[in-house]
């Protein structure tokens, strides 16, 4: 007796809504996308139950990590035709007597992520072609007396930028004193409004707890 | 089902070539969406950091002719950092009379909880919290309809006109972290402190911090 022949089909998937779907989160993500940047330290921020985002312009962010350096950023502005950037690095070059090239500018200005090089070492540090070269001399910007770049920095910026805001972005476990002397250098420039950049945490809290 | 009735068809003499719809094979596709999908999910950075506003007293260049602001002494909280996590606090002010002869009011310790440091700072403002609680329970509930910026510009203004909450007092003993900093102005505002700020700590709030920590006695400090 002949054996019923099954056809031997493999079972096909039908993989189209799986695809539409994919089609719409992979391009949900990438209109959404905002690179996440490369910060030169690791730094955990603290969490706070604020609800306002960083703003996107004019504000320059002094990022502490937890050994104590020192790292700075600044936007280009709200219109990239303002060119903060360069210009704040040619106004320091000027202060610590360094002329920067327009290739050195350009590329100070492509430069994403905070920046913590003491400013004689600037020229070869933008020399640098990739983050392994660029790396070792991120080494945090020299905040003592005696030679207080931070300082600096903050005075060439709101030189620049006058509307420029300050904003501090500290590891949870940043001793509390290398904090201190941000803020100091800040409030010598008259700067006494500061954002504490943290994560979004949510509080607890009902009348009946307060009424008690 | 419909694969016999073909074959029965195809009993019947006629050949019909099998118009099947053109396959694709997706699964390369779906291989590569599934990559870029893992990478924007990895590179992106969804929730945008938040900031917590913070004014800081201004320097007094010379503070000899400044006058310090008449405060009921009663009303003043006075909150200090300590090392390891450890956070203390204290009523009132200590006279110069007592720090010159060694005498230090001693620390009362608290913790970051809920039933730590935000007890306290609740109890002291009671009438302050329960009036942002409910003006902001009315706002929820539809009672009082407002944008977004003025809910925050009442709660100021309630802040303002308050005059029973605590003066607070932060101080930050030099072993403490920029985490504890950022818990206590957060907690400031979980409590809907109206006056608070941050000061410089002075050297007899250090010694009392120290003895409250155990590192130097009343004894050793003359």
Known sequence: MPKIKLPTKSPRIDMTPMVDTFAVILTFLMLTATMRQDEPANVDTPFSISEKPVPDFNTMTFLIAADGKVFMNMDNGPDTLLKFRPRILEEMGKRYGLEFTETEKREFEKFPSSMGVPIMQMKEFLAGRNAAERDPFQLGIPTDSLDNQLAMWILCARQVNPNIQAGIKGDAGTPFPAVKKVLDNLQEKKINRFMLVTSLEAAEINLEEIQQ | ?222
Request: charged share 25%.
């Open chain 2, 1 to 222: 089902m419909a694969e016999i009735i073909q074959e029965e068809k195809g009993k019947g003499g006629k050949k019909k070539a099998k118009k099947h719809p053109p396959h694709i094979d997706m699964t390369p596709m779906v291989d590569l969406m599934c990559l870029l999908i893992t990478f924007f999910m990895l590179t992106t950075a969804f929730s945008k950091a938040k900031v917590m506003d913070i004014v800081l007293p201004e320097k007094i260049e010379n503070p000899d002719q400044q006058n310090s602001p008449a405060v009921a002494k009663s009303r003043n909280v006075n909150i200090i950092l300590g090392p390891d996590n450890r956070i203390f606090w204290y009523p009132g002010a200590v006279e110069p009379a007592d720090y010159n002869n060694n005498i230090f009011p001693p620390l009362v310790e608290l913790d970051y909880s809920a039933t730590g440091i935000r007890k306290l700072l609740l109890e002291k403002n009671t009438t302050l919290a329960r009036k942002i609680a409910e003006f902001n329970d009315k706002v929820i509930r539809g009672e009082i309809v407002l944008s977004q910026d003025s809910v925050a510009g009442s709660i100021k203004k309630l802040k303002n006109d308050d005059d029973t909450g605590p003066f607070v007092q932060i101080k930050a003993y030099k072993e403490a972290t920029y985490g504890n900093f950022v818990d206590i102005l957060d907690e400031m505002n979980i409590c809907g402190i109206g006056r608070y700020m941050f000061v410089d700590i002075a050297w007899y709030e250090e010694k009392m911090v120290e003895i409250a920590t155990g590192k130097t006695t009343v004894a050793s400090a003359n």
